[in-house]
């Protein structure tokens, strides 16, 4: 039995897999079908593709004109075209979806939909996909969010998503949206190779794939790209670092009606990640915008890593691994998946589908944070009489003052360094349909069992520090009166950040087990469909919290305890406290589709969907800490219930002047859910809060002759409908718009092709948003322009042109920081003038050129 390092036994094949390997049942697969797959009629002048069979979270295979949800296809060339810096910044090409795509090419994004609300980071309703299931169980895990072990490389032929809907009844743990990242399978022959160089900044990437067919039933797709450089922001080294490379092998059979295919990744990269940085902002009123870099740390360009803040010295959550941790590496993971996918149609109307993938996951995050304060702020902190030095730097052991600090400003915030050495994951989702003729239409029964595991071992030592925020920022000490050092190489503690959360070793597990059914019929013009899933979720394992080791440690060894040394905070893992513990939740999905005409189709359905909480629940009330089965009155923390609907409209058509397609839909969310941040400094950590949104989304195409345009939108009117500490303690932000949701969220994409040349741009922008859910100020909206130039040298042979962010915009991706503008005095003193705010930047300008080689 093969064993983890941790001494447990480690995922393993299900038994699906072992009897699909057998020779028995692959002579079973053999068996010739009879029945003939529908496949639809090509539509001329298909706008939006809306004969593209959606493959997503649905029951059947059914093209999208026929189809009763919100789905979304994005092509290879429209993502070539926008010249994403991130796999987030993909996203914003997906009308409703909003992803808060700052935080660099590493991940940690913040990616939500249709106004469900982002409570705690991560990605809590969305689950991202490729081919066909999920890369990690759970989107919003802390320090190991989906994006972390996804990229977006020349092996994916179309991201399909399908927002709200039927992604409650065919996914587990995704009301929100179903984002599938759908991989080339050889069917076509040939490939490309391609090189992109950073023009001003330092990064280069090869990018190469190739597929075809071996022989007449055997396909094969592979490819991959490695990447090296600083990253779009300016590090002084090698932050960026990594490849990807991904395959699969196809054998089809049974006249082209069955396959079996074989696929793997391998992940492995290091990326650096991005906090908050200070900037300039003119406020009016409650009104904060006109952001601009302040002297001393350039938010245009710069990142928070400095040559003084790059280690900092640990302590292990156990009181071990005593050392130093680079926090330079920002985000690493590595990811090796193996899979197995089968189809075949069988005799008599029947359909075996059947997926499985087997991931093994590692990952770290590694980084500085930074907050705002004045000098006086941080000695008032301290007591009177104390004094602040420079550990390190050109300044080292000198006195600070406010005048001699780079940008006027000391960090006192978070040294991270987690890592989960086991966030693997298994995915097993196996279904049986058969189709029936039944009078005047067809009707197809579909019936599933989907089965996961996710493991979450992780280990936090995560200190304070006093940090000088500016280019190579400084360490800094405070001393007490008679000259005594507090803070040791400007920490103040060791793993005491936030409330002394943060000595935490975690071994925790998650099993979900869900079957499900569907129905759909098809009768002339008219489609039906219902679903129906049941999700149990089992979570067991252990974990340690912190607790203080009673007179310190001495960490350096010199046979005294000083300064942080005396504040050492370490898991308490002699005893862990159990977990232990059941949830289960039913969805429904249900959908009607009238086709009034060949390009138009109109459809309504509603849907109610759950998605299981899972390590954000540790380290809470909700956990008896004796047995760890949930607390009483627990239930409705450990599940979040979402439910919607929609009405929607897909129209297509042509005239002289070119086509045209509009897919309209019209939506109604609500969602009541336990909300846990240990980082929030501004605000409960723990709550239960209700939110409702409604909304209008917009997909449109046009073109004529050689221009073409793309255009997609979200109007969303979002409200807190609960809020359970607030009203209980007078504080209620019932009523509320939740902060960082904007009303309008849109993307604009002009093309015009003339001859071998093809110039373009994407704008994305949105309205202003609240910066927090009390309301207290509002950020002012943004555009931001993309641009593009493709040469089509000859016809193997192309150069493009990008350039990201074209105006250089300082702009937050979401709110600003809670609290920011209060911590440097700026809302309460300097109404009507200029402030300092704090807030994690986009992506600043970045121009890139590529050089491309089909064959």
Not at 267 to 296: H, R
Not at 451 to 457: I, T
Not at 517 to 544: I, N, P, Q, T
Not at 827 to 849: D, I, K, M, Q, Y
């Amino acid at each position: 039995m093969t064993t983890c390092p941790l001494g447990r036994p480690a995922l393993r094949l299900q038994p699906i897999a072992a009897l699909l390997a057998s020779s028995s049942f692959a002579a079973l697969i053999a068996v010739p079908a009879h029945a003939q797959q529908d496949q639809p009629a090509a539509a001329p002048q298909d706008a939006l593709r809306l004969e593209t069979v959606v493959v997503t979270a649905s029951s059947a295979g059914k093209s999208k004109m026929r189809s009763s949800v919100s789905v979304s296809d994005v092509e290879g060339q429209q993502v070539a075209d926008f010249g994403p810096r991130s796999e987030a910044e993909v996203l914003h090409l997906i009308p409703g979806v909003r992803a808060e795509s700052s935080a660099g090419p590493g991940g940690n994004s913040n990616i939500t939909v249709r106004g469900l609300p982002i409570s705690s980071g991560g990605s809590k309703y969305v689950q991202l996909q490729e081919d066909g299931l999920p890369v990690v169980e759970f989107g919003d895990m802390n320090f190991a969010n989906n994006d972390y072990f996804i990229r977006y490389d020349a092996n994916v032929d179309r991201i399909q998503t399908v927002r709200g809907g039927s992604a409650s009844t065919f996914a587990s743990n995704a009301p929100g949206a179903v984002i599938n990242f759908i991989s080339k399978t050889g069917e076509e022959e040939g490939g490309a190779i391609g090189v992109t160089r950073g023009l001003n900044y330092k990064e280069t990437r090869v990018d190469g794939d190739v597929g075809g067919k071996l022989s007449e039933h055997l396909r094969y797709h592979v490819g991959g790209y490695y990447r090296s450089g600083e990253g779009p922001r300016r590090t002084g080294f090698t932050a960026l670092e990594g490849y990807q490379l991904k395959g699969n092998l196809t054998h089809d059979f049974n006249g082209g009606k069955g396959h079996v295919r074989l696929n793997f990744k391998l992940l492995d990269e290091k990326a650096p990640t991005y906090t908050s940085m200070p900037a300039f902002a003119a406020i009016d009123g409650n009104t904060v915008g006109g952001f601009s870099a302040i002297p001393g740390l350039d938010i245009a360009k710069d990142a928070v890593y400095s040559v003084y803040n790059g280690t900092v010295p640990v302590v292990g959550p156990g009181g071990t691994a005593i050392g130093a941790a680079s926090l330079g590496k920002g985000i690493t993971m590595k990811s090796r998946a193996v899979g197995l996918e089968l189809r075949n149609e069988f005799a008599h109307g029947f359909t075996l589908e059947e997926k499985f993938k087997l991931s093994r996951n590692a990952s770290s995050f590694q980084t500085q944070f930074l907050n705002l304060n004045s000098l006086a702020d941080i000695l008032g902190g301290f007591g009177a009489g104390t004094s602040a030095v420079y550990a390190n730097g050109p300044r080292a052991g000198q006195a600070v003052t406010q005048a001699n600090l780079a940008t006027g400003y000391i960090s006192r915030n978070a040294a991270i360094n987690t890592q989960a050495p086991e966030m693997d994951h298994l995915a097993n989702d196996i279904s049986l349909s058969k189709k029936f003729s039944v009078a005047g239409g067809k009707l197809n029964a579909r019936a599933g069992l989907y089965h996961a595991r996710q493991d979450v071992v992780q280990q936090w030592a995560i200190s304070e520090r006093l940090v000088e925020v500016g280019r190579d920022g400084a360490l800094i000490d405070v001393r007490d009166a008679a000259g005594n050092p507090l803070t040791s190489m400007g920490l103040t503690g060791y793993n005491n950040q936030w409330g002394g959360c943060c000595a935490r070793d975690v071994d925790a597990h998650y099993k979900v087990d869900a079957p499900y059914l569907s129905l759909s019929v098809e009768a002339g013009d008219f489609d039906f469909d219902a679903s129906l899933r049941r999700d149990r979720m089992r979570a067991s394992g252990k974990y340690a919290v912190p607790v203080t080791l009673p007179g310190g440690l001495d960490v350096d060894g010199d046979g005294r305890i000083t300064g942080a040394e005396r504040n050492v905070l370490v898991a308490d893992v002699a005893r862990a406290r159990p977990v232990g513990y059941t949830v289960g939740y039913t969805s429904y999905s249900l959908g009607a589709n009238w086709r009034v005409s060949r390009d138009l189709s109109v459809f309504a359905r509603t849907s109610e969907g759950g998605r299981a909480i899972a390590d954000r629940l540790l380290y809470s009330s909700n956990i008896d800490p004796q047995t760890g089965a949930l607390a009483p009155g627990a239930r409705e923390a450990a599940v979040a219930t979402v439910k919607q609907s929609e009405l929607g409209a897909k129209l297509r058509g042509s005239a002289d002047w070119g086509k045209y397609g509009l897919f309209a839909t019209v939506f109604h969310a609500t969602v009541n859910e336990y909300d846990y941040d240990q980082t929030r400094t501004v605000g409960p950590k723990l709550n239960l809060i209700g939110y409702k949104a409604d909304g209008l989304e917009l997909e449109s195409v046009l073109s004529a002759g050689n221009f073409s345009l793309n255009a997609n939108a979200v109007y969303t009117k979002a409200k807190i409908t609960r809020d359970l500490v607030g009203q209980a303690s007078g504080g209620s932000t019932v009523g509320s718009v939740p902060g960082g949701t904007p009303d309008w969220l849109y993307t604009i994409a002009p093309r015009y092709s003339a001859g071998a040349f093809t110039v373009g741009a994407v704008v994305v922008g949105q309205t202003a948003v609240w910066s927090n859910n009390g309301n207290n100020f509002k950020v002012k909206g943004r555009q931001l322009v993309n641009a593009f130039l493709n040469y089509e040298w000859t016809p193997e042979l192309s150069v493009s042109l990008n350039v990201s962010n074209l105006f250089n915009k300082i702009t937050p991706s979401g709110g600003i920081d809670q609290g920011s503008l209060a911590d440097v005095r700026s809302l309460g003193a300097v109404v009507g003038a200029a402030g300092v705010a704090s807030f994690r930047p986009e992506s600043p300008r970045t121009a890139s050129l590529a050089l491309r080689y089909r064959f």
